[in-house]
């Protein structure tokens, strides 16, 4: 392919004056001159810092701070949960007692899974550590809490008197009868109560009399917490204690 014309014409020169015998300079270009490479300019311009590179300072390596928060904008820490008090059980610090091994029943339909051994339910202290599920121990410290210490008002309780807790037996001590809640772990009586000011208050002698007026609104706030509630007048056998178990019934609660 021909030169072009602007190309041509210095190099015929030069041919001419090389036949002639004159010296002949170097002829200039008339290209601009080569730029240099950008990775050259880049280095050059790039401040040095090796342990950076020159990708590092390409791509902004150095981090903008963000702008820190004034004391009143900055978050406050979110305090951890509180850790389990030391002797609780079923997960409620307000219930104390211990964790027990599984027990298998002497007779079909006894047993429970998981049972503990209740000795105080938020304060209340109780006069034997009753054995039962903790679906249970947690109704009862609902009914302690909610139920029967605003039904005593200023007269704290501070005891429950245990009358039965978990025994492998049947309904109202009858070999015949169905396996009593109580065998399952399910139940608990409750023949009386210690109050703060001294005074002990049985089912027996003081329901159904003047001071007895705290102990009915507690058996009746019961109802719904526990499946089953019975007392005196119920059935002739909770005379002189209230039985309260965890059972459930298609129909609801069953109270007397």
Known sequence: MPRPVSEAVPVIAAQVAVAQGAAVSPTRSIRPPRRPDMAVILAQAA???PGKGLLGW?????KASAPQPSPEQA???VPKSAPSVKGSVCQDPAIRGVSIPDIKGAQRGCGVKNPVRVSEIDGVRLSVAATMDCDTARALRTWVTQKL???FGGARVTELQVAAHYACRGRNNKKSARTSEHGRGKAIDISGFTLADGRNLSI???YKGGQGKAIRAAHKGACGIFGTTLGPGSDGYHENHLHFDTARYRGGPYCK
Do not use: E
């Open 47 to 49: 401040p040095r810092n």
């Open 58 to 62: 390409l791509f902004g390596s150095k």
């Open 75 to 77: 978050p406050k820490s």
């Open 149 to 151: 210490q605003p039904a």
């Open 204 to 206: 027996l002698k003081h």
